[in-house]
């Protein structure tokens, strides 16, 4: 199965300032299946980015995913006081689908 | 717009059989060519996908649980459900069901997703 690791583990920021977030797999994975998440404390995951860099539907355009192979990238680029929260990738390329190990962006 | 409900005990004892259910509201189980799924997510971890099925009744299981994963779909009731045999604490875990996208909407990611059900192993 495809590994994905997510990094850092842990990024503190603060509103206003962009966010990166990494997300490198074991082996190359089609840039059709590579999707990101978000989750806040008690809720379920939001799809924000599918196919490496379209936009799910009603998610704002500060988000943006780029990459392709092995190596993907989450982009925030002004975090707001609500995109404070766990975000994960997921890809669908190989069998079965995974899951990176997430990466938490709390405020500085 | 559809939106996805799980139901189910709570508390399951180790060795038992672990069952939920899906409701799926605002569309129906058979239209759209979407594959439902389950995913669960360990407390404080991360997601782990446990297998699909499509309202044909046809499957595809994560390989290290297939051997205790039963999937079946009821297209009457507009629900999907998840059996899981001979849990141990290893099991407890939020579990969830989602809609994989189709080729034409969403390829391989899961655009909509139930709120969740915590599913605690304990005797």
Request: hydrophobic share 30%; proline share 6%; with cysteine.
């Amino acid at each position: 199965e495809i590994v994905l690791t997510q990094s850092p583990g842990t990024l503190s920021l603060s509103p206003g300032e962009r966010a990166t977030l990494s997300c490198r797999a074991s082996q190359s994975v089609s840039s059709s299946y590579l999707a990101w998440y978000q989750q806040k404390p008690g809720q379920a995951p939001r799809l924000l980015i599918y196919g490496a860099s379209s936009r799910a539907t009603g998610i704002p355009d500060r988000f943006s995913g780029s990459g392709s192979g092995t190596d993907f990238t989450l982009t925030i680029s002004r975090l707001e006081p609500e995109d404070f929260a766990v975000y994960y990738c997921q890809q669908y390329g190989g069998s079965p689908p995974t899951f990176g190990g997430g990466t938490k962006v709390e405020i500085k | 717009q559809v939106q996805l409900q799980e139901s189910g005990p709570g508390l399951v004892k180790p060795s038992q059989t672990l069952s939920l259910t899906c409701t799926v509201s605002g569309g129906s189980i058979s239209s759209g060519g979407y594959y439902w799924t389950w995913i669960r997510q360990h407390p404080g971890k991360g997601l782990e996908w446990i297998g699909y099925i499509y309202y044909s009744g046809s499957t595809y299981f994560r390989p290290s649980l297939k051997s205790r994963v039963a999937m079946s779909v009821d297209t009457s009731k507009n629900q999907f459900s998840l059996k899981l045999s001979s849990v141990s604490a290893a099991d407890t875990a939020v579990y969830y069901c989602a809609r994989e996208g189709t080729a034409m909407t969403t390829p391989g990611a899961f655009d909509i997703w139930g709120q969740g059900t915590l599913v605690t192993v304990s005797s």
